[in-house]
């Protein structure tokens, strides 16, 4: 996945009255990602322009401002697309198998369309694109979204490397908040349950962000004890290697 450089953070690091500003702006404007359409030349200034019509479902081969969106939230999701097809804003192969990963990941029902219903649930998890919560940002850190259910490795303001994550049962519940790595152990093995964690990199007592065979064997059907389970190895392997003891890890 290309690096992406972090446009701006949570609203909580803005002051009281820059944060009532953009509220205010915010409620007079259309939404930021669904492109507004131009205004004639002959329309009365007092007059706002009407929202776009947007149309739905969005199909393969179709090309467009809302398919540069799609890419955006997908990229941002950890999907890659590849050049040519962001360049030309087109619903090519790519775009598909990403968007086929995303609606299985996400219970979505698996099609080739993106109706408004998917559509409005592809934007409620990807929130604001390029934001993240303040206490990922630093020169290293590993961010974990449970809701977008996503490892991300941010180094020097940018994400270098997104994983799809799963966590633990209701009874046996990641734990949110900040940490940082306590231990490292590249050949772990669980000695409560007896199974491999490779690339372990612990953050909060027994619990580590690893490499699971079981994830990359079972998918969502399962889940951890715990842990921050990671189903790509290469990916598992690179993030083990890039953090320390030390980096900050920070779960919501």
């Known amino acids: 996945m290309a690096r992406r450089t972090l446009r701006r953070v949570v609203a909580g690091s803005l002051g009281a009255a820059s944060l009532a500003a953009l509220l205010t702006i915010s409620a007079a404007t259309a939404s930021a990602d669904e492109p507004n359409p131009m205004p004639s030349p002959t329309a009365t200034p007092s007059v706002a322009p009407s929202a776009p019509t947007v ?6 081969g179709d090309q467009g401002a809302l398919i540069k969106v799609l890419h955006d939230r997908l990229e941002w999701l950890g999907y890659s697309i590849p050049r040519d097809e962001i360049l030309d804003g087109a ?3 790519s775009t598909q198998r990403a968007l086929t990963a995303l609606q299985k990941k996400f219970w979505l029902p698996i099609d080739r369309y993106v109706t ?4 409005d649930r592809i934007r409620a998890i990807s929130g604001p694109v390029d ?5 990922c940002m630093g020169e290293e850190s590993i961010c974990i979204s449970t809701e977008q259910k996503l490892v991300r490795w941010v180094s020097n ?3 270098a490397l997104s994983a799809d994550a799963r966590f633990g049962m209701p009874q046996t519940a990641t734990a949110r908040g900040t940490f940082s790595v306590t231990r490292k152990s590249r050949d772990h ?3 409560l349950y007896r199974t491999a964690m490779p690339f372990s990199l612990f953050f909060h007592g027994g619990q580590a962000v ?4 079981y994830f990359k064997r079972d998918g ?3 889940a951890s004890h715990g842990c921050v389970n990671l189903r790509d190895y290469a990916k598992a392997q690179q993030l083990f290697d890039n953090a320390s003891v030390g980096t900050r890890v920070h779960v919501y």
Do not use: E
């Open 55 to 60: 149309d739905f479902p969005l199909r393969p």
């Open 220 to 222: 969502y059907y399962g």
């Open 131 to 135: 934001v993240l919560p303040k206490a």
């Open 91 to 93: 619903y090519g192969p």
């Open 157 to 159: 303001g940018k994400v």
């Open 116 to 119: 408004r219903k998917t559509w």
């Open 210 to 213: 690893h490499y699971s065979a």
């Open 189 to 191: 093995v669980s000695s």
